[in-house]
């Protein structure tokens, strides 16, 4: 469709806090909360993107915007670069069901760290993660499976071509500008989907990475005249027609553009796996109460063929090694789970991992593609069957995982996520500081024309006279 890619930039360009409905802006801060939770973690824990952080912090440069669980400063791009690989390292931060994407992985790295650049105001940085969250979720919807049947890995392409617009959003671009930001965007995403099949990479954890640094860089460039493409979605080799072999559908991108936001049917995790892991997880959680393990015989589980990579190469996801492919694994989630009467941060350390119980049930383990389900509505949809040795076979059907819009987490549990994910930071943070940052987060929208601390709160940093600050907020 001719001119599709001027219509988008000429609609978000445009947006103010005041144009979106309440209910976008709290989905806004409640995955802004979820978003700095799980980073802060990942922070803590994630050996992996503790070397994209060591990087940066060691090329150092101008003191823009800060590091995750650090008190220390780099140029924007760099910021993004490090907290970008802690967005999806643990697994745990938000996802749209049925749509092949982790909306603000890549968007609130890239607008977090220009916004403490540029020290904007709270609703002008709620508003740019409303967008970007919009952008990356029409995106995928006008792409379906294409992406993905073609090789490519669509989460971070996709979340960067969102966070371009978003970031472009944030510092004041104009939609012609912002129409630059996003060719050259394109021109830096990527992701292959070898990734899926590739047991032993830390790729899978860390991308996002690259995409948000390519946000930050598209976004500055723009802003200094750089000009990309008349028709950088659209054009005869623009991202449609090279990623998706031409074959987009438009409706998705423009239908309530300006108007609907996809950040309202964002789901939060209650546990930090694969989002295609939960269905099955809760239903063995649901399941569990008053069987012996060793009275399981065998595990069948029935979900969408697109879930097949859950459960391949059987072998190592019956013995993951590492924590990222433990997450990514069928066999090993729901086994821990039924053992353990739980999914937690701590199922995926070192000796959780070589948990004999654990193990020796996830080789009772299997997972059977069920054609019914071979569409996005039913990609989260997951059926589990247990057979005892008695013969008794105990069936849980769940079309609809915890987290869920229609399933909902809940705003209390979501801040009890954001405390027990601050208590991970490198510094660690308290239960009363934590909830008082988590308060700070989901009231910036009140912070319109006010300059917002975000250093404080990227930081993990919470002492006394944060404390003040905060008890006057």
């Known amino acids: 469709m001719d001119g599709l890619s001027r219509a988008l930039v000429d609609v978000t360009a445009r947006l103010r806090i005041d144009d979106l409905p309440e209910a976008a802006i709290r989905a806004a801060e409640q995955s802004l909360l979820d978003a700095i ?44 670069f490090a907290n970008g690989a802690m967005a999806h390292a643990l697994d745990y931060e938000d996802s749209i069901d049925g749509l092949p994407v982790h909306p603000h992985a890549q968007t609130v790295p890239a607008v977090l760290a220009l916004a403490e650049r540029e020290n904007v105001s709270g609703d002008r940085l709620i508003t740019a993660i409303a967008i970007g969250c919009d952008v990356t979720a029409r995106m995928a919807a006008a792409a379906g499976d294409e992406m993905g049947r073609r090789g490519w890995y669509p989460p971070p392409i996709l979340g960067a071509l969102g966070a371009a617009v978003a970031s472009a959003h944030l510092v004041g671009l104009d939609s012609a500008q912002t129409l630059d930001a996003l060719s050259l965007v394109i021109s830096q995403a990527t992701a292959s989907g070898e990734v899926k099949f590739s047991p032993h990479s830390d790729v899978r954890g860390v991308r996002d990475a690259f995409a948000a640094q390519a946000a930050v860089r598209s976004t500055d460039l723009a802003a200094l005249g750089i000009t990309g493409f008349e028709r950088p979605l659209e054009g005869r080799y623009g991202f449609f027609s090279t990623y998706a072999g031409g074959a987009y559908d438009p409706a998705p991108i423009l239908d309530g553009l300006g108007t609907r936001f996809w950040g309202t049917q964002v789901s939060y995790k209650p546990w930090p796996s694969c989002r295609g892991t939960h269905s099955f997880v809760e239903g063995a959680l649901r399941l569990r109460g008053g069987i012996r393990i060793d009275a399981i015989e065998r595990v069948e589980l029935w979900g969408a063929p697109v879930n097949a990579m859950l459960a391949e190469p059987l072998e190592s996801k019956r013995r993951p090694t590492r924590a990222i492919n433990a997450k990514f694994s069928l066999p090993f989630t729901v086994a821990s789970a039924l053992v353990h009467g739980e999914l937690s941060l701590a199922s995926f350390t070192e000796p959780a991992m070589r948990d004999e119980r654990v193990l020796t049930l996830a080789d009772r383990i299997d997972f059977v593609a069920d054609p019914s389900k071979d569409n996005p509505e039913s990609m989260t949809h997951g059926e589990i069957v247990i057979v005892l040795t008695d013969g008794r076979r105990l069936h849980e059907d769940v079309p609809t995982p915890l987290g869920n819009p229609a399933s909902p987490l809940g705003t209390e549990r979501l801040r009890n996520k954001f405390v027990d994910c601050a208590a991970q930071a490198p510094q660690g943070m308290s239960r009363g500081d934590a909830e008082r940052m988590a308060n700070r987060i989901l009231t910036l929208r009140s912070s319109t024309g006010l300059r917002i601390d975000l250093g404080e709160i990227v930081s993990a940093r919470c002492g006394a006279a944060s404390r003040a600050a905060y008890a006057q907020a």
């Open 37 to 80: 939770g799980v980073s802060f973690a990942a922070a803590g824990k994630d050996a992996g993107s503790a070397a994209f952080a060591q990087i940066a912090l060691a090329e150092g440069g101008r003191a823009d915007a800060t590091v995750f669980g650090s008190q220390q400063r780099v140029p924007a791009a760099a910021a993004a």
